[in-house]
């Protein structure tokens, strides 16, 4: 082992850079080196790269985004692609891969796997949270703050014209920005995948409204809905005009976007991106092949990568639970 490859792919996530420099400082420790390909796997199939050093990434744990830019890159779908990415690894010696980024990265971390020998490592690194074998990935903490903070600011404005706000959230398909962030800002209605099914839209709808409608008559206050994206036909604006059309409620909408994915990472990704940087290089030395490391229930977390994409990471039930019941009994 002497050669490793490191690329940031898909949505940039806060934290991603302290990974970065975790793994560059264990490379140099460790006498590796490590190159650094550009804008996720464009980079290997471009060969566009730069060698990584402490110098180059040391000051860079606290900043969002990642220096080695990211892209959802459509070559990667084709054959040709993947192959064109392996004789990159190839020509520069390459014993190990290591991509930080979600399930879709690690799909092209398999594909590679297909045709070419060297070991391949994932870091899950999403704002989405949304892959099995990891309690959080890299980035969910900054954006559920992120949300957090932008949501506690619409909530006074909300207050004091005691006026309904639908907020949506990131998360793709998945409802764990949704519900986390619902939860931390007390949310009086959380509507995600886990919750919403369209065949019972019209009764969902029809709650909703019977619910803003007791807050805002019975209690004089706000109501908050967080929406998860992809979820609401229509999205938060057919939500509004059906709160309007259905029941006369006035209602604003914030839509929070790629502003979830901004910003420097809090101290719970830093950490967490600082502690699977240097897993990774470990694993890396140990011979460890096609897995994503994670951390669960606090300790170290070696997943197959086939299984990391192909299972489901749900929402925690008791999330559903306790705002279902005891977190908003009183709007009945
Ligand atoms: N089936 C696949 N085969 C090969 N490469 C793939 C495959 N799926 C995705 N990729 C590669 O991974 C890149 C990132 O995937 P995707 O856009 O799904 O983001 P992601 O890694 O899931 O991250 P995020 O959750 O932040 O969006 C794709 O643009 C493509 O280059
Ligand atoms: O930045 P893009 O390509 O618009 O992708 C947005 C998507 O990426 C994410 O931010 C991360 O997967 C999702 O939450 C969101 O649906």
Not at 55 to 74: D, F, H, M
Not at 223 to 248: F, H, T
Request: proline share 3%; charged share 20%; glycine share 10%.
């Amino acid at each position: 082992m002497k050669k490793i490859a490191l690329l940031t792919s898909g949505g940039d996530a806060p934290g991603m850079n302290a990974a970065i420099r975790a793994i560059v400082l264990s490379c140099e420790y460790n006498n590796l080196s490590c190159l650094g390909f550009y804008h996720g796997y464009n980079g290997l199939i471009e060969d566009d790269f730069i060698p990584l050093s402490s110098q180059l990434v040391n000051a860079e744990i606290k900043n969002g985004g990642t220096l080695l830019k990211s892209a959802r890159c459509p070559a990667m779908m084709t054959e040709t692609g993947v192959k064109q990415a392996c004789n990159t690894l190839l020509k520069n010696d390459i014993d190990c891969l290591i991509v930080i980024g979600g399930d879709g990265s690690f799909h092209g971390l398999l594909a590679i796997k297909a045709h070419w020998q060297g070991q391949v490592i994932g870091l899950p690194g999403t704002i989405d949270n949304d892959l099995y074998g990891c309690d959080k990935t890299i980035g969910f903490a900054t954006a559920v703050n992120t949300a957090t903070q932008a949501i506690d600011k619409i909530r006074d404005t909300a207050n004091a014209f005691d006026r309904a706000f639908i907020v949506e959230v990131m998360g793709r398909h998945s409802g764990h920005i949704a519900f986390q962030v619902g939860l931390s800002c007390g949310a009086e209605s959380i509507f995600s995948f886990e919750n919403y099914n369209n065949e019972n839209h019209r009764e969902i709808l029809k709650d909703l409204i019977a619910k803003i409608q007791t807050q805002q008559l019975n209690r004089k206050a706000s109501y908050l809905v967080v929406l998860a994206e992809n979820l609401w036909p229509g999205g938060a604006s057919a939500l509004q005009e059906q709160l309007k059309a259905q029941g006369d409620i006035e209602s604003a909408i914030c839509i929070l976007g790629h502003t979830q994915r901004r910003g420097a990472p809090v101290p719970e990704d830093r950490v967490l991106a600082t502690q699977l940087g240097l897993k990774a290089v470990d694993s890396a030395l140990s011979g460890d092949d096609n897995i994503m490391l994670g951390l669960s229930a606090n300790q170290l977390a070696k997943t197959d990568l086939n299984e990391a994409v192909s299972k489901n990471k749900p929402v925690d039930d008791e999330f559903i639970t306790a705002h279902k019941g005891p977190l908003t009994h009183y709007l009945k």
